[in-house]
Every structure is written in C-alpha cells, then in structure tokens.
C-alpha cells in the first residue's frame, strides 16, 4: 500500500506509524464516564471505508487523517490532522450536561 503525505508526497505504508481510527480526535468532553469508557475501549472495526490516524514516521513527522476502503485498501484521500483537526473539535459536543 502507498499513501500520499501532504508534504513528502507518494511513499510506501512501512514509513508510517498506523495509530487507528480518526475517533480519538472526537473524544467526549466532560465527565460521563460511560460516555468516556466507551470511546476508550468499545471501537468499531469497519469492513469497508474508514478514516484512520497515521504518523509519518520516518518522514516529515506529521500526523495524518487516511481515508481509506480496508477491504481494497484503496485510499480515497490524505489530510493533515493539523489542517482537520480544528474542524472535528469544533464538532464535539459536551457529555453528561457540562457547558
């Protein structure tokens, strides 16, 4: 498999770091713990199109947000969780009523 870094281009998968899927950026804020246990420990394992954390380990250091088909392993598109990342915490919504 090959991914495409925003900044070194098209390398092969053995330069990055796999971390997992993009929900540890969407994490709950405030203190349902039930909420909290569950993004922890009860995770999704898609056949199909997912998007994933991958850090480019042995290149630019970046972290990246992959989405890709883990049936084909085609992958759809390739983004800087630095450039996404203030999008999808504005999407997070305080648990158990905190403001």
Known sequence: MRIT??????????EFYYYGSDDYLTQ?????WDSIDGHLHLRNNPAGV???LWYHETG???????????????????????DVGPAIRGMMKPQGGAA
Do not use: M, N, Q
């Open 28 to 32: 709950p804020i405030g203190e349902d």
């Open 60 to 82: 630019c250091a970046s972290w990246l947000a992959v989405t890709r088909d883990t049936v084909t392993h085609a992958i759809f598109k390739v983004e800087l969780v630095a």
């Open 5 to 14: 870094c925003p900044l070194c281009g098209t390398r092969d998968r053995r």
């Open 50 to 52: 997912t998007r994933d």
